[in-house]
């Protein structure tokens, strides 16, 4: 089940997530030292952002020696699911195999990436309607 309660992220915030998921608590200095390697951002642009991830509850933030850390409120997986959720509703109509087709037509996996697949669908129980 996708938990509809976790905000839906822009792709700046998304990231500045992928960079909390990887490094864990940071700075708003150590957060924009890496996400300027990718793209050209001003130091009160990332802050403005993180205070916003914030107020959305995307982030937490802590105070440590006068210093603001700022961590993921959400796991990774978890934000994932919230993402894959919304586009497999609102893309697919509901559908995981017509998105799961749609992601292998438009890049195929790699033999290890389809042994996982076929493992976890062997390993798939169907979750039972109720039935009353």
């Known amino acids: 089940m996708v938990k509809s309660h976790i905000p839906k992220?822009?792709?700046?915030?998304?990231?500045?997530?992928?960079?909390?998921?990887?490094?864990?608590?940071?700075?708003?200095?150590?957060?924009?030292?890496?996400?300027?390697?990718?793209?050209?951002?001003?130091?009160?642009?990332?802050?403005?952002?993180?205070?916003?991830?914030?107020?959305?509850?995307?982030?937490d933030r802590e105070e440590r020696d006068r210093v603001h850390y700022y961590r993921a409120r959400h796991a990774e997986d978890e934000m994932q699911q919230r993402l894959v959720g919304d586009l497999m509703h609102r893309a697919f109509r509901g559908s995981a195999a017509r998105m799961l087709m749609q992601a292998l037509a438009t890049k195929p996996a790699s033999a290890q990436e389809l042994k996982e697949l076929r493992k976890l669908l062997d390993s798939y129980k169907p979750k039972e309607k109720n039935r009353g």
């Not at 390697?37 to 993180?50: I, M, P, Q, S, V």
């Open 9 to 59: 992220p822009t792709d700046a915030e998304l990231a500045i997530l992928r960079i909390l998921w990887e490094r864990g608590a940071s700075t708003v200095r150590q957060v924009h030292d890496v996400i300027v390697e990718d793209r050209a951002l001003a130091y009160t642009t990332t802050l403005k952002l993180l205070q916003i991830m914030t107020e959305k509850g995307l982030t």
